[in-house]
């Protein structure tokens, strides 16, 4: 059964930094498109950072580019985020995703190309 379990949440103050981890079992992310999306109270679950082998490229909406960066750890089968400058705005549920085979980063991130993995979320609040 395939899981994927977010971490790293939490409460930071506006300007704080956080770094989330997404770890995959019975699942091999390697060679896989994968990205994090947010859910704020109230709105749609947007995608925040997405990753792809497919078109070797990172996509970050504009509201997050050049604070927040995805990475990942093959060896431990593991996607982070780090998210820096943190802002109020940020608050929300964190999840983690696997893409469509063949998705492209920005495609998986807006159109929410994804597979129906989805973990419980890692809660991110942003309050001074």
């Known amino acids: 059964q395939v899981q994927l379990v977010e971490s790293g949440g939490g409460l930071v103050e506006p300007g704080g930094s956080l770094t989330l981890a997404c770890a995959a079992s019975?699942?091999?992310?390697?060679?896989?498109?994968v990205g994090w999306f947010r859910q704020a109270p109230g709105k749609e679950r947007e995608g925040v950072a997405c990753?792809?082998?497919?078109?070797?490229?990172?996509y970050y909406p504009d509201s997050v580019k050049g604070r927040f960066t995805i990475s990942r750890n093959n060896d431990k089968n593991t996607v982070y985020l780090q998210m820096n400058s943190l802002k109020p705005e940020d608050t929300g549920v964190y999840y983690c995703?696997?893409?469509?085979?063949?998705?492209?980063?920005?495609?998986?991130?807006?159109?929410?190309?994804?597979?129906?993995?989805w973990g419980q979320g890692t809660q991110v609040t942003v309050s001074s």
């Open positions: 995703a696997v893409g469509w085979q063949n998705v492209y980063a920005r495609t998986m991130c807006v159109l929410e190309k994804v597979l129906g993995y």
């Open positions: 019975a699942f091999t992310l390697d060679n896989h498109a």
């Open positions: 990753d792809s082998p497919n078109d070797g490229m990172r």
